[in-house]
């Protein structure tokens, strides 16, 4: 009988093979529209990471500025002391050789690097220009944020030959007119003066960085704020996987007494933004997807109406209710599968054009990325449509009453 019941699906979709066109090719674009979209979603999302991570720690360790607390606490016999001048607290953080072998043990860390930040003047000729001067050990650096690649002049190797090299911004480069070799006169918080041999040049494309922000060595970073060997403000960490950030950020608040910032609260405007897109694009790859379903259905329901007379005759015959069914839905399944086949061609084309179009920037070519766990989610999704559009006709068709159909 499963073998009749196909011949007689594959009678009825070459019987008409005009609708049976039409509701595979809703199919098809349905699903090339559903693969394209997310696949673009997935290229999106891995270039904005990839952005995020070139400033940005998967965790981020540091002490966290505060203000004083009132001398003694407001009772109704004892007026509050409060001394606005009061220094804030210090951002050093204590010990941190030994708290970067502690975070260097966690499970899944793979760097983790101390860094000292501070704001700076930067003299060249007649002209000033304030700046965040970031002391850095260069290749853990390298290693975390990936600067060789960011680099348009120079290296950041350079910055291991000697205390008195920098590495600066191109926008910097291009306010104060500076180049490769060329020496820099800067000026710290502290009152201290130094001069800097320029060994490189970093292009983020991204104004704010590449127009305040410049590179040096930890240990000139350090004499910079006239500190010693021990003074660091940042704890730079990166995971095996980003995924597990919030993890490593909440175990290790409740280990050490000082903040741990996970990249994706670093950067909350850009995750919200990232959130809405993908929900406005899953919702209208998935509608798309629908629509093509509904198609199927609404051809289906109409074969059954005009079947109606043979569906009488194959139930006389002895046929089932559920042969019926399978008929039905064998014949949405076969729609299907051509749809799907076609549609998943059709999607790999259009992937591979868009990832030959350049945009510039930044983000260079076209931000899409072939990725087989969206194409089976696509598959997945567009079988299950099928089968469901198959299936609803189907049963009405199976409820038909041979009797009644002869007695019209």
């Known amino acids: 009988m499963p073998k009749i019941n196909l011949q007689i699906a594959l009678n009825y979709i070459g019987?008409?093979?005009?609708?049976?066109?039409?509701?595979?090719?809703?199919v098809v674009l349905g699903m090339a529209i559903y693969i394209f979209m997310n696949s673009m979603l997935a290229g999106f999302g891995k270039k904005s990471d990839e952005s995020i991570f070139k400033t940005t720690p998967h965790v981020r360790v540091f002490s966290e500025e505060q203000l004083s607390r009132p001398l003694a606490k407001d009772t109704s016999h004892l007026a509050m002391?409060?001394?606005?001048k009061i220094r804030p607290k210090t951002?050093?953080?204590?010990n941190p050789t030994q708290l970067i072998a502690l975070i260097k043990g966690l499970k899944d860390v793979r760097i983790a690097t101390p860094q000292v930040s501070q704001n700076v003047f930067v003299n060249m000729g007649l002209s000033q220009l304030s700046i965040r001067a970031v002391g850095i050990i260069p290749d853990e650096?390298?290693?975390?944020f990936n600067l060789t690649a960011t680099i348009v002049e120079g290296k950041v190797e350079e910055l291991d030959r000697s205390s008195n090299n920098v590495v600066i911004g191109s926008g910097i480069a291009r306010k104060l007119g500076i180049r490769m070799g060329d020496n820099i006169n800067v000026l710290s918080s502290k009152a201290i003066t130094r001069n800097f041999k320029v060994v490189g040049i970093f292009q983020l494309n991204n104004k704010r960085e590449d127009e305040g922000k410049m590179y040096i060595h930890l240990k000139a970073a350090q004499q910079l704020m006239k500190?010693?060997?021990?003074y660091v403000t940042d704890?730079?960490?990166q995971l095996s996987d980003a995924k597990f950030s919030k993890q490593i950020s909440c175990l290790l608040r409740s280990m050490i007494p000082y903040q741990a910032e996970d990249w994706e609260s670093a950067n909350e405007t850009a995750m919200a933004a990232a959130r809405m897109r993908t929900i406005i694009i899953n919702f209208v790859s998935t509608a798309i997807?629908?629509?093509a379903g509904f198609g199927i259905y609404n051809i289906l329901n109409m074969t059954v109406s005009q079947k109606i007379n043979d569906i009488a005759i194959l139930k006389a015959m002895g046929f089932e209710g559920k042969d019926v069914v399978s008929i039905f839905v064998t014949q949405a399944m076969v729609v299907g599968m051509m749809g799907v086949s076609l549609g998943v061609i059709v999607a790999v084309l259009m992937i591979k054009l868009l990832?030959?179009?350049y945009i510039g920037g930044d983000i260079g070519y076209f931000p899409i990325e072939f990725e087989l766990p969206k194409f089976l989610q696509g598959i997945v999704f567009g079988f299950l449509i099928t089968f469901l559009a198959g299936f609803i006709p189907a049963r009405k068709a199976a409820q038909v009453d041979p009797v009644s159909i002869f007695r019209k």
Do not use: F, R, W
């Not at 002391?81 to 606005?84: A, C, M, S, T």
């Open 141 to 144: 650096a390298d290693q975390l």
């Open 289 to 291: 997807l629908l629509i």
């Open 355 to 357: 990832k030959k179009v």
């Open 81 to 84: 002391l409060i001394n606005p």
């Open 91 to 94: 951002n050093k953080i204590i």
């Open 15 to 26: 019987s008409n093979k005009k609708l049976t066109a039409v509701a595979s090719l809703g």
């Open 227 to 230: 500190e010693n060997e021990a």
């Open 235 to 237: 704890i730079n960490v």
